[in-house]
């Protein structure tokens, strides 16, 4: 008899956007001649830039000749693409992050899941109330938790929730926690945190023996100088947080694959006896066993991005996205809707009206406009009744939408 990792069968109904997209391909099938407009998965839109696409060429054309052609590559990433990280996204904002505590993989949400393997099952994992289903869901998958209850809470999550009353900004637990998720800007919310705020994470986790796991996933829509990009930024992250970084929204990577992570040398867990242990090694342990690389051509598209032209061109696509984004704010706002988030980040958290829930809200919608955006109890209980849209539409789109929404009648 073969069992199972029963901690699947936990697991609440299916992946939340799969299941938005079986109610979208049924509703698509049943009236074919709807033009819906999709702003519900943050996938993004707008084409690789031709920095990058020159960048992937050259890479391919390389595998395709004896003389550059190139087998299994590092592990952990190609030496050229984790030297512009350190660079780029580090140095030239006056943090010190050596090339190699950087491990480039083909996704955060593979690593934001799978990080959770090197860590024993006995933490306690804190996560927000909305948050990106990941975490919660891998967690669970990895063995941590208790059954969930009818309210929606798995036993031995530390939730933290988020609303208006804090701004969506998590307060600190009362239970110690071993690992936080924190994602700034932030999935679902669209929430940013100063480094007032970070500070107070880093002092808790240092003061707690406790690990952030931050997602930095959207850092690239920050625009207020004000605002970090990295936890690292903060004094003392460096022994207490783990960062995710990706070049899918950042760069429109997401059916190309690219993003990494970033382990400190001097990040410590421990062992039962409590001496202290490494965390880098185990990663690189793990990453060596498991996963063999991503593909040249993709790093080297992807270091495409620290270059002169590629940086300009990133910046516009940002930019692009952004604008969405504020046009989302600006009429849903005019259409009366309390409206939250989308600057510096690309999702706008928006509360429903009349009471709806947040599945009433999305089928209406659907039915009524055909648009679809992300319900918000999807993301965890204290979402419901809130709603999510994504500003990586077709500007065209998210314009007819937005005109779509004045028409709605509550
Ligand atoms: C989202 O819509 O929350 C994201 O696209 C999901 C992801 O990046 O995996």
Same mark, same amino acid.
């Given at each position: 008899?073969?069992?199972i990792n029963e901690n699947y069968l936990k697991l609440r109904a299916g992946y939340l956007f799969p299941e938005i997209g079986r109610r979208v391909r049924e509703f698509a099938a049943a009236n074919p001649d709807k033009d819906i407009i999709r702003m519900g998965i943050g996938d993004v839109t707008q084409p690789l830039s031709s920095a990058i696409i020159k960048a992937f060429h050259e890479g391919v054309e390389e595998m395709g000749n004896k003389s550059t052609f190139k087998g299994y590559g590092p592990e952990q990433g190609y030496d050229? $693409? +984790?030297?512009?990280?350190?660079t780029n996204d580090y140095k030239l904002r006056g943090v010190e992050i050596s090339a190699d505590e950087i491990f480039v993989s083909d996704g955060s949400k593979c690593d934001t899941g799978n990080i959770q393997e090197i860590f024993g099952n006995?933490?306690?994992i804190? *996560?927000?109330d909305p948050v990106y289903p990941v975490y919660a869901d891998t967690t669970v998958m990895s063995g941590k938790t208790g059954i969930c209850q009818p309210n929606g809470y798995f036993d031995n999550i530390v939730y933290m929730p988020c609303n208006e009353g804090n701004g969506f900004i998590p307060e600190l637990p009362d239970t110690r926690p071993d690992l936080i998720f924190l994602c700034f800007p932030n999935n679902p919310t669209g929430t940013v945190a100063t480094k007032e705020v970070l500070k107070l994470w880093v002092d808790y986790a240092i003061a #707690? !023996?406790? *690990? *952030? $796991?931050?997602?930095?996933?959207?850092?690239a829509f920050i625009t207020d100088p004000s605002i970090p990009h990295s936890i690292f930024e903060i004094d003392g992250a460096k022994s207490v947080a *783990?960062? &995710? +970084?990706?070049?899918? !929204?950042t760069a429109g990577f997401t059916g190309t694959r690219c993003a990494f992570t970033v382990i400190p040398n001097e990040l410590m867990a421990y062992d039962k006896t409590g001496n202290p242990v490494a965390v880098k090694p185990l990663w690189m342990r793990r990453q060596t066993t498991k996963f063999n690389g991503v593909s040249y051509p993709v790093q080297k598209a992807a270091a495409a991005i620290y270059s002169e032209q590629g940086k300009k061109e990133v910046k516009e696509l940002i930019s692009y996205y952004l604008e969405n984004a504020e046009i989302i704010r600006e009429s849903l706002a005019a259409s009366g809707f309390q409206v939250f988030g989308g600057r510096n980040a690309p999702y706008?958290?928006? @509360?429903? @009206? #009349? #009471?709806?829930?947040?599945?009433? &809200?999305?089928? @209406? %919608? %659907?039915n009524e406009i055909n648009v679809v955006g992300t319900p918000g109890s999807g993301f965890g209980p204290a979402g419901e009744g809130y709603f999510r849209f994504s500003a990586f539409a077709d500007r065209e789109n998210v314009t007819k939408a937005m005109d779509r929404i004045k028409l709605l009648s509550f």
């Open positions: 008899m073969t069992i050229f $693409l +984790r030297e512009a990280i350190a006995v933490n306690i804190a *996560i927000c #707690n !023996k406790s *690990i *952030i $796991l931050y997602d930095a996933a959207y850092e *783990i960062e &995710f +970084r990706s070049f899918s !929204k706008v958290w928006v @509360k429903t @009206k #009349n #009471n709806l829930t947040s599945w009433e &809200f999305f089928d @209406k %919608l %659907l």
